[in-house]
């Protein structure tokens, strides 16, 4: 009879021993998971000093330039570049086609109309020599000079500087593919504007990694 209290109580020893084991699991897993938590958050910059700087912080980017900021001709800097805001309907928006370079080279949502126009500034660049090319499939050439304009810094300008070569070339491969009916219209001219707008930011991101060309203008425009 005296053996009875001593054989129950080894079982309940054994079940406060497994809630006591179980308890001890479920703080290591609670511990290990607020730890891995926190070097999850560190890493990824959520909490303050451990991440690398984001993209856009990067100094050597050309950054985008408020109306307020720009230059203007006679003021300063390379005559001439930091040009009237607002012209050319495509400035201060996303780059035509442009989809990677960090989300989208974004130039900035258009302010509504009677708003005060663009938002950023146009630092306009003319291109020394004028372009002579045969078109597509046509007995006729065409001779064009071109400007270009950014809504960022002169770091795009200098880019644009530093590979001449390379664009000029991409521009007259690209006149040379261009049909004989799409420079007879102001629709065609238009649309040869934007095929010159992709075919310069695509140089300038195979080189420099950063495109930032938002317009191209005819300075001169002759077919014969």
Known sequence: MSDAP??????KKKGKLKMI?????GVIVL????????LYAAGSGMVGGGGKPAAHDDPNKPKLV??????????GGEGGEGGEGGHGGGEGAAEGGEGGEGGGEAHGAPTPEGHGGEPYAS???????EFTSNLQDSVHFIQ????VSTPYDDKVITNLKTNDIAIRSAILLTLGDTPEDQVFTGAGKAQLQKRLVATINQVLREKEGFGGISNVYFTTFVVQ
């Open 31 to 38: 511990l290990g998971g607020g730890v891995g938590a926190g």
């Open 6 to 11: 001593a054989a129950d109580a080894a079982p």
């Open 123 to 129: 630092n306009y660049f003319a291109m020394e020599k």
């Open 21 to 25: 084991v179980i308890g001890a699991v």
């Open 144 to 147: 064009i000079g071109l400007a």
């Open 66 to 75: 408020p109306k307020s900021e720009q230059k203007h001709p006679g003021a």
